[in-house]
């Protein structure tokens, strides 16, 4: 049974920094690609992270470019979003999302691509 959990969302000031986790189950992780995504209330689901099933190719909008770097441990078959200089603007619902794949490096940050997805957890950046 394929199982997707988020955790280590939560408050936080802006300019703090959060990292997120993703505990996979029911996946053979070292073949899909893992992405996180976020949605704020009137928002569209926004692509924020995405990296290959090679952990070679990694993927960021460029509105939390140089802020947000994603990992993924396949060992441990755990994936992280860490979050720096955190903006009220990057409050919202963050979803961890995968999908099987072949191509090793292969790394999308359409929500469309993805057909596996966590339940959400919670992050609001306010003071």
């Known amino acids: 049974q394929l199982q997707l959990v988020e955790s280590g969302g939560g408050l936080v000031q802006p300019g703090g920094s959060l990292r997120l986790s993703c505990a996979t189950s029911?996946?053979?992780?070292?073949?899909?690609?893992m992405g996180w995504f976020r949605q704020a209330p009137g928002k569209e689901r926004e692509g924020v992270s995405c990296?290959?099933?090679?952990?070679?190719?990694?993927n960021y909008p460029d509105s939390v470019k140089g802020r947000f770097i994603i990992s993924r441990d396949d060992a441990r078959k755990m994936v992280y979003l860490q979050m720096n200089s955190l903006k009220p603007e990057d409050t919202g619902v963050y979803y961890c999302a995968a999908v099987e794949v072949r191509n090793p490096f292969h790394c999308p940050l359409q929500s469309g691509d993805y057909d596996h997805w966590g339940q959400g957890t919670r992050v609001t950046v306010s003071s």
């Open positions: 990296i290959s099933s090679s952990g070679t190719r990694t």
């Open positions: 029911g996946l053979t992780l070292g073949f899909d690609v």
